[in-house]
């Protein structure tokens, strides 16, 4: 059974009063008009005898039939459940019809008073039908605003699953890189090995503490890229050149957190070579609401043999962008002279 909410309580309260101000105008209206108590009194009679089989017919819908039989696909016991209660409510036609004889001081009724009769109560009959209906439709139109409402709730869930899967998805990849570079560096130099053991310790504290938040200042995203670059600098040799540039007028402005990383990264493996010369350049730009990411690399694919982080980069980024800034940036991806060129716009 569905639990009761505090929003249903104030649904049927609300229901409650618009047939209150519906049973009671016209008592109302009696008792301002005459100021007389008997009069009032009988206004209240005939309005309730008018309005009790449409005040049922419209809570018994909105409540029971609409709920486990129409909405359940139950048409034509919905339909011949709504007769029977319609016709049930309104037997009195039918017993006046019946008794007439037996009614005292009744007076005789020709024929034209008896179709007047009986269409007045096939009238009053149709009247019900059409309560059941409204009734009906302030439910489906209820029950659709719910329903998109959980559609809405369970995206946003899945949403927010999903970006965090994809951003820890990020964090291995870049550290298992990093810590082959520094393994390197070692057996090179100990002093500049341990200095990058304090930079790849302060990118896992921003990583494991400043980025589970949905938006982040770029300020931090520009430190953690900077520390990321030097890292992944260890890896090159003479024949690479890396430049990288960072302009930020507004230091203060959020963006999702790792949202450039992967490709850093993939610039850094596609982009050099150990006998070739080879060039990485990136560009981050922001003004008040916009941001600008751009990097250029030289481009040596991996062959077929090297899997490494195959289908985390590009692909991962593309998806997060999707779902974090849809309809809100541009992405320009061309290679033109073997350079590999990517360039993302976001309006923030």
């Given at each position: 059974?569905?639990?009761?909410?505090?929003?249903?309580?104030?649904?049927?309260?609300?229901?409650?009063?618009?047939?209150?101000v519906?049973?009671?105008?016209?008592?109302?209206?009696?008792?301002?008009?005459?100021?007389?108590?008997?009069?009032t009194?009988?206004?209240?009679?005939?309005?309730?005898?008018?309005?009790?089989?449409?005040?049922?017919?419209?809570?018994?819908?909105?409540?029971?039939?609409?709920?486990?039989?129409?909405?359940?696909?139950?048409?034509?016991?919905?339909?011949?459940?709504?007769?029977?209660?319609?016709?049930?409510?309104?037997?009195?036609?039918?017993?006046?019809?019946?008794?007439?004889?037996?009614?005292?001081?009744?007076?005789?009724?020709d024929?034209?008073?008896?179709?007047?009769?009986?269409?007045?109560?096939?009238?009053f009959?149709?009247?019900?039908?059409v309560?059941?209906?409204?009734?009906?439709?302030?439910?489906?139109?209820?029950?659709?605003?719910?329903?998109?409402?959980?559609?809405?709730?369970?995206?946003?869930?899945?949403?927010?699953?999903?970006?965090?899967?994809?951003?820890?998805?990020?964090n291995?990849?870049?550290?298992?890189?990093?810590?082959?570079?520094?393994?390197?560096?070692?057996?090179?130099?100990?002093?500049?090995?341990?200095?990058?053991?304090?930079?790849?310790?302060?990118?896992?504290?921003?990583?494991?503490?400043?980025?589970?938040?949905?938006?982040?200042?770029?300020s931090?995203?520009?430190?953690?890229?900077?520390?990321?670059?030097?890292?992944?600098?260890?890896?090159?040799?003479?024949?690479?050149?890396?430049?990288?540039?960072?302009?930020?007028?507004?230091?203060?402005?959020?963006?999702?957190?790792?949202?450039?990383?992967s490709?850093?990264?993939?610039?850094?493996?596609?982009?050099?070579?150990?006998?070739?010369?080879?060039?990485?350049?990136?560009?981050?730009?922001?003004?008040?609401?916009?941001l600008?990411?751009?990097?250029?690399?030289?481009?040596?694919?991996?062959?077929?043999?090297?899997?490494?982080?195959?289908?985390?980069?590009?692909?991962?980024?593309?998806?997060?962008?999707?779902l974090?800034?849809?309809?809100?940036?541009?992405?320009?991806?061309?290679?033109?002279?073997?350079?590999?060129?990517?360039?993302?716009?976001?309006?923030?």
């Amino acid at each position: 059974m569905k639990k009761i909410e505090k929003k249903d309580i104030w649904l049927l309260i609300a229901q409650v009063a618009v047939w209150a101000v519906v049973l009671f105008a016209l008592p109302l209206a009696t008792l301002l008009s005459t100021q007389d108590m008997t009069s009032t009194r009988t206004s209240f009679l005939v309005a309730w005898g008018l309005f009790q089989s449409p005040i049922v017919v419209y809570f018994v819908n909105f409540y029971l039939f609409g709920p486990y039989l129409f909405f359940k696909r139950r048409y034509w016991l919905f339909v011949l459940c709504n007769l029977v209660l319609i016709l049930g409510l309104n037997s009195q036609f039918f017993l006046l019809y019946y008794h007439r004889n037996s009614i005292p001081n009744m007076p005789p009724m020709d024929a034209n008073m008896w179709i007047g009769f009986f269409s007045g109560m096939l009238m009053f009959i149709l009247l019900n039908c059409v309560i059941a209906a409204v009734a009906i439709g302030i439910r489906h139109f209820i029950r659709t605003r719910q329903i998109k409402q959980q559609l809405a709730d369970e995206k946003a869930k899945n949403t927010e699953a999903e970006l965090a899967w994809l951003k820890n998805q990020i964090n291995p990849h870049f550290l298992f890189n990093t810590l082959n570079n520094i393994s390197s560096l070692t057996q090179i130099d100990p002093d500049a090995a341990q200095d990058a053991i304090a930079q790849l310790s302060d990118l896992l504290r921003y990583a494991m503490y400043e980025t589970n938040k949905k938006m982040v200042p770029i300020s931090g995203e520009v430190e953690f890229m900077r520390n990321y670059i030097s890292l992944m600098k260890l890896r090159c040799n003479e024949k690479a050149v890396v430049n990288s540039q960072f302009s930020t007028s507004n230091s203060q402005l959020e963006i999702a957190p790792l949202l450039f990383i992967s490709l850093i990264e993939n610039a850094f493996k596609h982009g050099l070579s150990s006998n070739r010369d080879s060039r990485i350049d990136i560009l981050l730009t922001t003004d008040e609401h916009q941001l600008t990411f751009a990097c250029d690399n030289t481009n040596f694919p991996k062959d077929d043999a090297d899997r490494s982080g195959s289908g985390i980069g590009i692909e991962n980024t593309r998806r997060r962008m999707d779902l974090i800034y849809k309809d809100r940036y541009t992405w320009e991806q061309t290679i033109e002279d073997n350079i590999y060129k990517v360039k993302i716009t976001i309006q923030l």
